[in-house]
């Protein structure tokens, strides 16, 4: 079946088209302080894809994101969040699941952190997806929800789940991914808009 045509759970979502997805911007990395995009006002969830995300800092920054509500600038939107993460060792010497309270926030204007300690290592960085959904509502909250894997500077691989709601009910303008410390080295950052 031509892949236009395949209706499936695309994105978690059962039943969207692959024809519903509009791929809107792609940022490539090159030692960025940090990757911004305008968001669109056509969709009523936007999706960003995660692309081997490399830090120029050592030891291992956080991947984080914030938003600008309209008219604002700072980057320094109201967020709840709640933040968890699966791990295990390479060596085996310790696996998991745990809460990360530094990584959540409690009406907080922080930038919100993704994945917790990217390696810097020349092979390592993160990878995954940000969800943002009603981005342009002005009537409700937006809710998002984010999943990241990659390697800390342990040898420890790592998956974080991250979700909770920016607290505005002003339509949201703009993202901007950035490590905690340096640069983003390298990788790929894409936006899609959900129909």
């Known amino acids: 079946m031509p892949l236009g045509t395949h209706k499936a759970t695309l994105f978690g979502v059962a039943g969207v088209s692959t024809g519903d997805v509009v791929l809107l911007s ?16 056509a969709y009523e969830q936007v999706k960003f894809g995660l692309y081997n995300l490399h830090p120029s800092a050592a030891p291992g920054p956080d ?17 709840t969040s ?26 907080g204007t922080s930038y919100q952190t993704l994945f917790y300690e990217v390696d810097d290592e020349d092979d390592n960085g993160c990878c995954g997806e ?6 342009t509502s002005t009537t409700y909250v ?6 990241t894997v990659g390697m800390q500077p342990n040898a420890t691989t790592k998956s974080d789940f991250s979700g909770g709601y920016i607290n505005t009910t002003t339509n949201l303008s703009e993202i901007a991914f950035k490590f905690s410390s340096g640069n983003v080295d390298s990788g ?6 959900v129909k």
Do not use: C
Not at 188 to 193: C, E, H, Q, S, V
């Open 188 to 193: 790929t950052i894409k936006m899609w808009g």
């Open 26 to 41: 792609t940022a490539v990395a090159s030692s960025d302080a940090s990757i911004e995009f305008t968001l669109p006002t």
């Open 82 to 107: 709640t933040n968890f993460r699966t791990y295990h060792a390479e060596d085996d010497s310790g696996s998991g699941v745990a809460y990360r309270t530094g990584d959540d926030q409690a009406q």
């Open 63 to 79: 991947f984080q994101f914030q938003v600008n509500a309209d008219s604002q600038t700072g980057y320094n939107e109201t967020i």
């Open 142 to 147: 937006k809710h998002y929800v984010s999943r």
């Open 130 to 135: 940000l969800i943002l959904y009603s981005p």
